[in-house]
């Protein structure tokens, strides 16, 4: 197995093991864990892509995510992010999934609003887009240590408060419905992870933040905007071009990602399996000492 570095300073492109080889030996398995723990990003070209491969590869980094409610998926282990029809059409303009695509072009973390919160997410590209449609990544393990000293004192004692309703609210007021609202309420997490097999440390925050323990609301965000915007400056990103058959997976603890705006006229089909944290992955550190806000 070959690593190519990808990105400035995380993120790597895996060479001579692929999706069916980690999901066949457990070897193979324990050297991409390895690789995942400190690149972050993995990504693995012209993978033979079906949805059971994709589950067998992501069944052996921990328990599977089920699609949240009222998504395309809900209630499989796959997340459909579409503009394409069942029927092979797209999707009008205006359209729920054009929205969605929209609130996924902000920065963040998958599943912090979830408990547990995401692992990893493991993304295929099923259909490309030709233009545009990259996916782009930041390091928060980075970002931690980039930051004032005075500042990660701040944070790292700190709790943030984490919502689905609130990343969607951005985009339009009532993107996230009452079901969707009723079935992800609020989830707070220590605003710094620590990894467990390396001891590093990254900040944990992202577009569905929506608070922070013992601060002012509005205080509070405008903390998370600076900080997001300190994490997210062009020269910290790693920006991927997909190509039929890519797969890349991330490690949400320590990084951010978004999608970028590709022309609606264009096809793009993209499946998401995503892997639940557990206590070995840090999560035991995570929990707040009181859950009132
Ligand atoms: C995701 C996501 C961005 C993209 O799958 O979690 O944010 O580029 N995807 O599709
Ligand atoms: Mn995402």
């Not at 991409?32 to 723990?37: D, G, I, M, S, T």
């Not at 579409?82 to 009008?92: F, I, K, R, S, Y």
């Not at 707070?188 to 440390?201: H, K, S, T, Y």
């Given at each position: 197995?070959?690593?190519?570095?990808?990105?400035?300073?995380?993120?790597?492109?895996?060479?001579?093991?692929?999706?069916?080889?980690?999901?066949?030996?457990?070897?193979?398995?324990?050297?991409?864990?390895?690789?995942?723990?400190?690149?972050?990003?993995?990504?693995?070209?012209?993978?033979?892509?079906?949805?059971?491969?994709?589950?067998?590869?992501?069944?052996?980094?921990?328990?599977?995510e089920i699609a949240k409610a009222a998504s395309r998926g809900e209630g499989t282990?796959?997340s459909i992010?579409?503009?394409?029809?069942?029927?092979?059409?797209?999707?009008?303009?205006?359209?729920k999934?054009?929205?969605r695509?929209?609130?996924?072009?902000?920065?963040?973390?998958?599943s912090?609003f979830k408990i547990?919160?995401?692992?990893?997410?493991?993304?295929?590209?099923?259909?490309?887009?030709?233009?545009?449609?990259?996916?782009?990544?930041?390091?928060?393990?980075?970002?931690?240590?980039?930051?004032?000293?005075?500042?990660?004192?701040?944070?790292?004692?700190?709790?943030?408060?984490?919502d689905y309703a609130?990343?969607r609210?951005?985009?339009?007021?009532?993107l996230a419905s009452e079901r969707e609202r009723s079935a992800m309420p609020?989830?707070?997490?220590?605003?710094?992870?620590?990894?467990?097999?390396?001891?590093?440390?990254?900040?944990?925050?992202?577009?569905?933040?929506?608070?922070?323990?013992?601060?002012?609301?509005?205080?509070?965000?405008?903390?998370?905007?600076?900080?997001?915007?300190?994490?997210?400056?062009?020269?910290?990103?790693?920006?991927?071009?997909?190509?039929?058959?890519?797969?890349?997976?991330?490690?949400?603890?320590?990084?951010?990602?978004?999608?970028?705006?590709?022309?609606?006229?264009?096809?793009?089909?993209?499946?998401?399996?995503t892997?639940?944290?557990?206590?070995?992955?840090?999560?035991?550190?995570?929990?707040?000492?009181?859950?009132?806000?």
């Open positions: 197995m070959e690593l190519i570095p990808l990105g400035p300073g995380f993120a790597a492109e895996v060479r001579g093991a692929g999706m069916a080889e980690v999901a066949a030996s457990d070897e193979i398995y324990a050297a991409v864990r390895a690789a995942f723990e400190e690149h972050s990003v993995l990504v693995f070209r012209a993978q033979p892509i079906t949805n059971e491969l994709q589950m067998a590869f992501s069944r052996k980094f921990g328990p599977l282990p796959f992010l579409t503009n394409v029809e069942p029927d092979g059409t797209l999707v009008p303009p205006g359209h999934e054009e929205l695509a929209m609130a996924n072009q902000l920065w963040h973390t998958d912090c547990p919160p995401a692992l990893t997410s493991v993304l295929s590209g099923r259909i490309v887009a030709t233009t545009g449609g990259e996916t782009e990544f930041t390091s928060m393990r980075l970002t931690w240590k980039r930051l004032p000293e005075a500042m990660r004192k701040k944070l790292d004692n700190a709790y943030a408060w984490h609130h990343s609210g951005k985009i339009a007021p009532h609020a989830a707070c997490w220590r605003m710094r992870w620590r990894n467990p097999v390396n001891g590093r440390d990254a900040l944990y925050i992202a577009s569905h933040t929506c608070g922070i323990d013992g601060m002012e609301r509005s205080e509070a965000l405008r903390l998370i905007d600076e900080l997001t915007a300190f994490a997210t400056r062009p020269e910290h990103i790693y920006q991927h071009h997909w190509q039929p058959g890519d797969v890349i997976m991330w490690d949400n603890r320590a990084t951010m990602h978004r999608g970028r705006p590709w022309p609606m006229d264009q096809p793009r089909h993209m499946i998401r399996t892997v639940s944290a557990t206590d070995a992955d840090g999560l035991a550190a995570m929990w707040p000492e009181r859950s009132a806000s």
